[in-house]
């Protein structure tokens, strides 16, 4: 059965596909947006909902590198990798190592901060012209260091960014008590970036943008894409249920599973998933200024409109493992010694899949095997973060216009 001919076919209603659909329709084109479960299913509900601009450290790094195995030997810790997984990921791992170069570290900030530029300023804008203002519920973030010596190896990262005119405050333990009072006296180090936000709830901002998408005629089709085949107008996307849906144009935002699709086509992108966890609280559990990012253990405490969100964490683990909750408890465990006054009960667990490609940079072009196929995928930590940018990018790439910014870096046949 025929599901319709569109001139662009978006997989994927994360906040990565939503986004890129209502960019789309609103320069005219007719879009339709499909994914097997619906608008914000998967990993773009559940994120810690911080706007991170000042993100552009790539994982990789050659700091990393040290502290990894320290991480790795703690059952629970913020970096965790089962050893049956350790065979499926060495490839990728490989490629993380060499991404985390001192050469290509420093490609990857230029190209990060580059996006992030242009994701502040589309953020901005798409905010003001959907109406969705109102959602940011907090601005500014605070990292934290359990010592002297830790402050100062981060206060390198600082100084990198302060290259990339990303501005911030280091701060003593009374700056510390003037941003966020009730953290526990050992924090005696942190630093205040302004230029951050967070929203109100990230599944509903993505829903929110959906209907923005929706009312400028973009369809949404439920459905579970199985294969993908170029003909002459175009590529047919066949789904589970028998049904077929024809496009001039392909947009891949499949998040963590859009290597698989990627594979349809040909292309081979080396896309993992770093999941992360976390546990959302009543907002009652604790009073929140601000993000809080307790930098040496790996997890943040996000400020949302009617919740706190307690979370981080990566586990190599790949898409078909069940679950191991007992990360998010210990992050919570951790939360409630750091911020003595937190309540740490009565809270959700949940689970989520950052799309990882090995340098941290997502993959942002045309399928050179198949051009009609554009990837837009693998934004890792930073998918509502750099949503705005990838949409604007991605429409400029469909319709043939110069982007903004030199693709370059992020080319899907980098690796
Ligand atoms: C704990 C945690 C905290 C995070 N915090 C932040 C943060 O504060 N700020 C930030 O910027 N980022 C954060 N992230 C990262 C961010 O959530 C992701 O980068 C982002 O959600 C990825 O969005 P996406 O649209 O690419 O993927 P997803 O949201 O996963 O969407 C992909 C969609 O594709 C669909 N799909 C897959 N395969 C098919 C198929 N064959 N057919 C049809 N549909 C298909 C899925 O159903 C899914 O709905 C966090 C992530 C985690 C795990």
């Not at 830790?150 to 290259?163: I, L, V």
């Not at 003909?231 to 859009?258: H, K, M, N, P, Y």
């Not at 693998?378 to 400029?396: I, N, R």
């Amino acid at each position: 059965m025929n599901a319709g001919r569109y001139d662009i076919a978006v997989i994927g209603a994360g906040v990565i596909g939503t986004t890129t659909a209502l960019y789309l329709a609103e320069r005219g084109l007719t879009v339709a947006l499909i994914d097997r479960k619906g608008i914000s299913a998967e990993t773009s509900a559940g994120n810690a909902g911080a706007f991170a601009f000042s993100d552009i450290l790539p994982l990789a790094s050659p700091g990393i590198m040290l502290k990894a195995p320290f991480w790795l030997m703690d059952p629970t810790g913020p970096l965790s990798l089962p050893p049956a997984y350790l065979p499926t990921i060495a490839p990728w791992l490989w490629r993380f190592f060499k991404a985390g170069s001192s050469k290509n570290f420093e490609r990857s900030i230029a190209a990060q901060a580059a996006l992030m530029r242009v994701a502040e300023a589309e953020t901005e804008k798409l905010l003001e012209r959907t109406g969705l203002k109102h959602m940011i519920v907090a601005r500014g973030a605070l990292h934290l260091y359990d010592t002297e010596r830790s402050f100062n190896s981060a206060a390198r990262g600082w100084d990198r960014r302060t290259e990339y005119g990303i501005s911030h405050r280091h701060l003593d333990r009374a700056g510390i008590d003037a941003i966020q009072p009730g953290i526990a006296q050992t924090f005696r180090h942190g630093t205040y970036v302004a230029g951050w936000s967070n929203v109100a709830d990230p599944k509903a901002y993505v829903v929110a943008l959906g209907e923005r998408a929706f009312a400028q005629g973009v369809h949404l089709e439920i459905a579970d894409i199985e294969r993908m085949a170029v003909e002459d107008a175009g590529v047919r996307l066949s789904f589970t249920d028998g049904r077929s849906l024809l496009a001039a144009q392909v947009v891949i935002a499949a998040g963590a599973w859009s290597h698989r699709l990627a594979a349809l086509i040909g292309d081979r992108i080396p896309l993992e998933t770093e999941r992360g966890y976390n546990t959302t609280l009543p907002k009652s559990a604790f009073d929140l200024n601000c993000q809080i990012i307790f930098d040496d253990h790996g997890f943040v405490v996000s400020p949302l409109g009617q919740a706190v969100r307690v979370g981080g964490a990566v586990e190599l683990a790949g898409l078909d493992c069940p679950p191991n909750f007992q990360r998010s408890k210990t992050m919570l465990a951790k939360a409630a010694r750091f911020l003595p006054e937190l309540n740490p009960m009565g809270g959700t667990e949940w689970m989520g899949f950052r799309p990882s490609l090995p340098d941290s940079l997502p993959a942002i072009g045309r399928s050179h095997r198949v051009p009609r196929v554009i990837h837009a995928f693998g934004h890792g930590h930073l998918g509502l973060t750099q949503s705005a940018a990838t949409a604007k990018l991605v429409a400029d790439i469909a319709l043939d216009r110069e982007t903004e910014i030199s693709l370059e870096p992020y080319s899907p046949d980098r690796f």
